[in-house]
């Protein structure tokens, strides 16, 4: 990209948008160059902080003319380096911070623009008596931009979905500076191709989502909290097949390994294991009830005293209060970062059909650690939909940027293998960004690159969206 072209958009920008919204500060821009994990290093020469969707048309036309690339950005969350921009410094940064409004919240819907901090919404929609079902770790940073562009999941995806069946409506700019108003979230709308979902995951690709309208449920009346102590994850997916042919008010139900745990309790100030006795897996189960509906408390109780009785499970507490409730969530929430302060380690977000998830979370760790010499290969997850968070921590005392450069493509290799060989996907919530360019062209189907590829193409010719992220123009390299 020639600095000639980027000076130029930024004259142009700061007579179109004023000065608050262009900044060439080196400093201003530096904190949006990392992602969250550290693991990738940009380089813009501008940022751009448009405040509403016109804006954001105004800078995506000056891009096209003076052929300047573009890459999206709301909290700086994502997992797989999708808001990025590339170390060569061949684009600039569009943050939607400031496009932080909660435009309406009325008739079970939601209508948040980009910026929109998914705790604020939680808060906004409580306010309404209603509420937001999809949560996540980073829910105080994290965007609804970002996570409608990635399809984010969460720990309610075993009873709501993910962002895409949340997501009814999606106002977006397209690569050509024109506007797709798509918030109106008709229950009928046969007008051909559906430009909302198609943008859906894209991550940034192939328009930039400035606002979205949300599906809301009823807020929670009351909700039961456990944690449950089992031998195996198989004893899991046991127990959670017995759960949801007796009630359909499960909504989480999450498998954790002792290690993953014990990182975890070491990690957070003050915090205990639940169980006071050991045990190899771990799972933490949140059943709701509407305002109204009867206590979950007395399911919970019934449910789990029927799998202690028969053996299922080993040992299993309630939790007595919201704050022991919150206690047992933070130990889950906390697991990526626990993991990333012990070391480093090559993280797969996958996922494989549920019925073959707990043999996958156990054999294919024990065929990672006996492939790649003192290596520890863990598995946590989403039991209810498949999804495994699969990491492989380096051997001690690893030169972490050797082990990042060379041995850790060729963990992701071996493990994207066990995934395909099992029916399952290398991104289960996460996305492509540039982490996994190369691995989903060396895995996906050719008819489904090609269709992603003709995509792209028609909507974004000349490449200026989210460049190096998802999919490219031109085959890309496969991972080493």
């Known amino acids: 990209m020639r600095t000639d072209a980027v000076a130029a958009m930024v004259a142009d920008a700061r007579e179109l948008l004023g000065e608050r919204a262009v900044s060439t500060d080196p400093e201003r821009i530096a904190p949006w160059l990392t992602d969250w994990r550290g693991r990738f290093h940009g380089a813009s020469a501008a940022l751009f902080e448009p405040a509403n969707t016109a804006g954001v048309a105004g800078i995506v036309t000056l891009a096209a003319r003076h052929g300047v690339a573009l890459v999206p950005q709301g909290g700086n969350t994502s997992m797989v380096g999708g808001a990025t921009p590339p170390a060569d410094g061949s684009a600039v940064i569009v943050s939607l911070r ?33 509420r937001f079902p999809l949560t996540l770790g980073a829910r105080g940073s994290a965007t609804i931009g970002g996570l409608v562009s990635t399809n984010a999941g969460g720990t309610q995806v075993l009873r709501w979905g993910t962002m895409r069946r949340l997501v009814l409506g999606v106002e977006a700019v397209l690569p050509d500076g024109s506007v797709h108003d ?8 046969n007008r051909g191709y559906d430009l909302t979902q198609l943008l859906v995951g894209a991550e940034g690709t192939l328009g930039i989502v400035t606002a979205a309208t949300l599906r809301l449920v009823p807020a929670i009346g009351a909700r039961a909290v ?23 008010s499960i909504e989480s139900f999450e498998i954790i390994p002792a290690d993953s745990l014990a990182l975890a309790v070491a990690h957070l100030p003050g915090a ?10 771990h799972l933490l189960i949140e059943a709701v009830a509407g305002t109204g509906e009867a206590s979950p408390d007395a399911l919970l109780v019934r449910l789990l005293g029927d799998a202690l009785a028969d053996g299922v499970v080993g040992d ?5 209060s919201e704050a022991q409730a919150q ?13 990333k302060a012990a070391g480093p380690a090559v993280q797969h977000d996958i996922s494989v059909p549920v019925d073959a ?11 990672a650690e006996a492939r790649f010499a003192g290596t520890h290969a863990t598995a946590f997850g989403h039991l209810g ?16 940027a050797h082990w990042y450069a060379q041995d850790a493509p060729v963990v992701t290799c071996f493990v994207h293998d066990a995934v395909v060989a099992a029916g399952g996907s290398i991104s289960a919530e996460h996305g492509i960004g540039q982490m996994k360019l190369g691995e989903l062209a060396r895995t996906a189907p050719p008819a489904r690159l090609a269709a992603l590829r003709a995509v792209k193409a028609g909507l974004d010719p000349h490449g200026l969206f989210n460049p190096g992220k998802l999919v490219s123009l031109a085959p890309a390299p496969p991972s080493k």
Do not use: C, Y
């Open 327 to 339: 206690a047992f969530w933070a130990l889950r929430d906390s697991l990526s970062a626990a993991e």
């Open 272 to 281: 205990r294991p639940p169980l006071a006795g050991p045990h190899p897996w």
């Open 385 to 400: 939909d498949g999804n495994v968070h699969f990491h492989v921590r380096a051997p001690a005392g690893a030169d972490p």
């Open 98 to 130: 400031r496009m932080n409004r909660i435009r309406a919240v009325a008739g079970g819907q939601a209508v948040a623009e980009s910026g929109v901090i998914l705790q604020h919404l939680h808060d906004a929609a409580a306010q309404a008596g209603q």
């Open 226 to 248: 456990a944690w449950a102590g089992i031998a195996d994850p198989q004893a899991g997916l046991t127990l959670l097949r017995r759960m949801q042919a007796a009630t359909d």
């Open 316 to 320: 299993a507490v309630l939790a007595t």
């Open 182 to 189: 798509g918030l109106a979230a008709l229950p009928k709308d």
């Open 357 to 367: 998830m707990p043999r996958f979370m156990v054999e294919t760790a024990a065929a």
